[in-house]
Structure formats: structure tokens, C-alpha cells
């Protein structure tokens, strides 16, 4: 979660926006037992007014990777 999301912030710093300006998050888990250990980090990253989020459980994730995260953002 923190790989990923330091990530999405540095692809938002690129495109001139930053994690303060999501209004939408979609997180896929593979497992979904990951779910709270997820949240302890997401939560250390949206610590006031977080954006509006949605977790979803899914088979398979390229890359056989835990989670993906997709961001929907102002700039």
C-alpha cells in the first residue's frame, strides 16, 4: 500500500496535481484479509477530509502484485 501510493503521489506531482487534490479512490485487494493492514497504511496517507473510497475484492491482479489502487483527481 505505501509502495503503491507513494507511486500515485508521484504520478499526481507529475501531472501537477498531488493526494490533497483525490476526490476518488478504488483499491483492489487480492485477499481481502489484507483489508485492515491496507487501511493502517491508506489512513496514514488521507489523515484529514480523505476522498472518497471504494475496496473491492478481485481474483487475480497483474503482476501477481497484493493491490492496485486507482485515483481520480483534480489539478
Known amino acids: 500500500t505505501e ?5 500515485v503521489s508521484s504520478i499526481l506531482a507529475a501531472a501537477g496535481s498531488s493526494l490533497e487534490k ?3 479512490v478504488t483499491v483492489f485487494l487480492r485477499d ?7 487501511n ?3 489512513t496514514r496517507f488521507f489523515t484529514s477530509n480523505p476522498p472518497a473510497r471504494t475496496c ?4 487475480d491482479i497483474p503482476g501477481n502484485f ?6 481520480i483527481a483534480s489539478k
Open 40 to 42: 493502517e497504511v491508506y
Open 22 to 24: 483525490i476526490v476518488k
Open 32 to 38: 481481502i484479509a489484507d483489508f485492515a493492514r491496507m
Open 66 to 71: 497484493p493491490l492496485e489502487i486507482e485515483v
Open 3 to 7: 509502495v503503491a501510493l507513494n507511486n
Open 56 to 59: 473491492v475484492a478481485v481474483k
